[in-house]
């Protein structure tokens, strides 16, 4: 919320700000993937204190008075092009797996015979679908 009142305001920041958010940003996320299994209190507020290295990461982008190069990198044509389709594909993805695993029981097929159910990730998803 404090970053859109900032953008509203038309605050931006010069120097050495956008770099040192940046940095700030990245290092958080670092940090919290290197200790997330050792340290119960940081599995605890994992996602928090990933929500704030994530704030900052966009601060940087945002608020700096100049484009940084990574801003600039993402305007090339091809980028956004693949980010439009990665996007929708994204959106679709999970109703299509849905209605294929829900059309492939109706002809007796069991969800755990499908491929990538062998998976840790997928467990929870396929199991509350049966």
């Known amino acids: 919320m404090l970053a859109v009142i900032l953008v ?15 940095l700030s940003g990245l290092g958080i996320m670092a940090a919290l993937i290197v200790l997330r299994e050792s ?5 605890i507020a ?3 204190l990933s929500s ?9 982008t945002v608020l ?5 190069p990574w801003k600039r990198g993402l305007l090339c044509p091809t980028l956004q092009y693949l ?5 929708s594909i994204y959106l679709w993805h999970e109703l299509v797996v849905i ?4 059309s492939l029981r109706a002809i007796g097929f069991r969800p755990i015979d499908f491929p990538c159910s ?9 199991g509350s679908l049966r």
């Open 8 to 22: 509203g305001s038309r605050v931006r920041l010069s120097g050495w700000w956008p770099l040192g958010l940046l």
């Open 39 to 43: 340290n119960d209190m940081i599995e």
């Open 46 to 48: 994992f996602h928090e």
């Open 52 to 60: 704030v290295a994530f704030v900052l990461i966009l601060a940087s």
């Open 64 to 68: 700096a008075t100049c484009a940084p």
């Open 83 to 87: 980010g439009r389709i990665s996007y």
């Open 99 to 102: 209605v294929l695993l829900t």
């Open 118 to 126: 062998r998976s840790p990730c997928c467990c929870a998803r396929l």
